[in-house]
């Protein structure tokens, strides 16, 4: 039987959008080049927003083991500035929260290829979406989504990146002391060039993720090892959560020219794009994940009442626009000099404003809600 959709790429936004369309019935193909899930450059966030979406699509982050995390702390001088979240939020590593995305896309009935990657993805004269695996196989189908993440598909690259910017992340095991310390909290840290962050996941332990323009990068040599020891120096909050660590990873997980603030303007008719193919938010404000898990019930929602991709992309961007400005901005601010050196004697006198920050840089819930139902059944 013919598939009805392809849809490349099986991280987050692609799972998601499988799960839904395969229990409406609809023959689907999963692409997704990796044979396993693996671990990837994640802050690894879930935001209130997502948990919903992952709980209607059959996801228990319970379960998994997902750490409970009510609090976000700032810390660009001592001590840290501390606020609760105006959400549920808790943290999974992307491996297990990928992991159990698979597997229920499967039990949906997706046809899933893993460990395939396609070369290339055209539009033939008949309409149909074709898709070319690095084996010679072929795979056609009149609508396909596009789910590639962060890395680009011939034909289909990812925008330019003017800031250049370079993303890690290595998980640790925290001395005792500062593993208590850090429990159930998100911690943001502040230096030149850049930020980072770092929160209990599963299995007591902790991820460390960290962005950085380029150029910085270079002033210590493109080493990761000096540009983290540079980061300590510069942050000593940063400084003492990792005497004592573990590196549980022999070197971090790179990822480069991250398109910060990107929102697809349009697309072709039959594809509709979906997480940061569709949108890339900036990573200090936790919502990349919730976005994927949106923008992916959104395209479902789209193809199912019959609207034209390129008039999803568009109304897609138009809701996300406000957030993503917003996100921006606060971006800004947190890599200027005075910003970082003024921020903390602020949040001081009102911590409050980390809970509206965090409030503002949401998905939109009115948005998201009338299209719940539809990918939930």
Aim: glycine content about 10%; aromatic content about 6%; some cysteine.
């Amino acid at each position: 039987m013919q598939d009805e959709v392809l849809i490349i790429g099986g991280g987050v936004a692609g799972c998601a959008a499988s799960i839904a369309l395969g229990r409406r019935g609809r023959r689907i193909r999963l692409i997704e080049r990796e044979a396993t899930p693996r671990h990837k450059v994640c802050g690894e966030f879930l935001s209130g927003e997502a948990l919903e979406d992952l709980y209607a699509l059959g996801i228990d982050v319970v379960a998994l083991g997902a750490v409970p995390i009510p609090y976000v702390r700032l810390a660009a001088a001592k001590p840290a500035v501390e606020a609760p979240l105006p959400f549920p939020a808790k943290s999974l590593t992307r491996k297990t929260l990928d992991t159990a995305l698979i597997a229920e896309a499967i039990s949906s009935g997706v046809r899933v290829e893993r460990g395939r990657s396609v070369q290339s993805l055209t539009r033939t004269p008949a309409g149909m979406w074709q898709a070319t695996l690095d084996d010679g196989a072929v795979f056609e189908a009149p609508t396909a989504f596009l789910a590639t993440g962060k890395h680009d598909l011939r034909g289909y690259p990812r925008p330019k990146d003017p800031q250049r910017w370079v993303a890690f992340k290595m998980y640790y095991r925290l001395a005792p002391a500062q593993s208590a310390d850090l429990a159930h909290a998100s911690e943001l840290m502040l230096y030149p060039g850049g930020y980072g962050g770092i929160q209990p996941v599963e299995g007591g332990i902790a991820n460390l993720c960290w962005v950085v323009q380029q150029r910085y990068l270079a002033g210590v040599g493109h080493r990761w090892e000096n540009l983290l020891a540079k980061m300590q120096q510069d942050c000593p909050h940063l400084a003492m959560r990792l005497s004592g660590a573990e590196p549980l990873l022999d070197k971090p997980i790179a990822v480069t020219h991250i398109p910060y603030g990107h929102i697809r303007r349009t697309t072709e008719d039959g594809l509709y794009c979906i997480g940061d193919q569709a949108a890339v938010i900036p990573s200090f404000t936790g919502d990349g994940i919730s976005i994927a898990l949106h923008t992916a019930r959104c395209a479902v929602a789209a193809f199912l009442a019959g609207e034209s991709a390129p008039l999803f992309q568009a109304r897609l961007r138009s809701a996300l626009l406000p957030q993503m400005r917003l996100a921006e901005f606060a971006a800004d601010g947190l890599n200027n000099a005075l910003a970082r050196a003024v921020l903390p004697f602020c949040l001081r006198i009102w911590p409050g404003v980390m809970r509206v920050t965090a409030r503002l840089t949401r998905v939109a819930a009115g948005h998201t809600t009338a299209v719940s139902h539809a990918v939930a059944d």
